[in-house]
């Protein structure tokens, strides 16, 4: 049986995927880490501080059986990625493929957000992806969302996002830069492609572990 630990700062994450194992990846045993902490002190302190925690908690994932490991926060995305080296094992964060198609769409790209701390890494990973290509980044924090998500409203957070997306004019593309913004992009009117990481993300990973 090949075994997927997919890392969470949020239980939300938890059935989104497991539906997306069911219709993309079935067959893949997913083992989900949810730790809520991390995404509080990297957003205090920033996300290097949590290195060492997401090291440890990804090392033990390994030594109970896992064959690669997906980060479903893109906060803490690049510090757990950067743990593949030392855990000998696939780690992947989840908006690697979507900003891959981000880049792919066009050069003037919209990076929206709930959360500021998510816009920084982010923004840099596109840059990454685009290498020589010059890209025009906007980034919009949609900032009334996220006290509906902690607050237990995701369809509030869901309509508070898309109201944001729906306002966005002349770019080439819209990148949701958390995974629990995905649903906004069946809610908003915006005729720009709204791209969202849970999908892309997981089908990467269950390549990976293949």
């Known amino acids: 049986m090949n075994v997927l630990a997919l890392l969470h700062t949020s239980p939300v994450h938890v059935p989104v995927f497991e539906a997306l194992r069911d219709e993309d990846a079935p067959g893949l045993e997913l083992r989900h880490l949810v730790h809520e902490q991390l995404l509080s002190q990297a957003r205090e302190l920033g996300p290097e501080a949590v290195a060492g925690a997401v090291e440890s908690i990804l090392a033990a994932a390994v030594t109970q059986g896992a064959d690669a490991v997906l980060c479903t926060c893109s906060t803490i995305g ?33 990076v929206v957000a709930t959360v500021a701390s998510t816009l920084e890494p982010t923004t840099a990973l596109i ?32 309509a508070a996002v898309a ?14 830069a958390q995974a629990s913004m995905a649903p906004a992009a069946a809610r908003t009117t915006t005729q720009v492609p709204v791209l969202s990481s849970p999908r892309p993300g997981l089908r990467a990973a269950a390549a990976a572990v293949r």
């Open 163 to 176: 109201e944001t997306l729906d306002a966005l004019t002349d770019v080439d593309v819209i990148v949701l």
């Open 78 to 110: 690049a510090v757990a990625e950067a743990a593949s080296v030392s855990l000998g094992v696939p780690v992947l964060r989840v908006d690697r493929p979507m900003a891959a198609a981000a880049v792919a769409r066009g050069a003037r790209i919209a």
């Open 127 to 158: 840059r990454e992806e685009a290498g020589e290509r010059p890209v025009a980044l906007r980034t919009v924090l949609a900032e009334d969302a996220w006290a509906h998500f902690e607050s237990g409203d995701p369809d509030s957070y869901v």
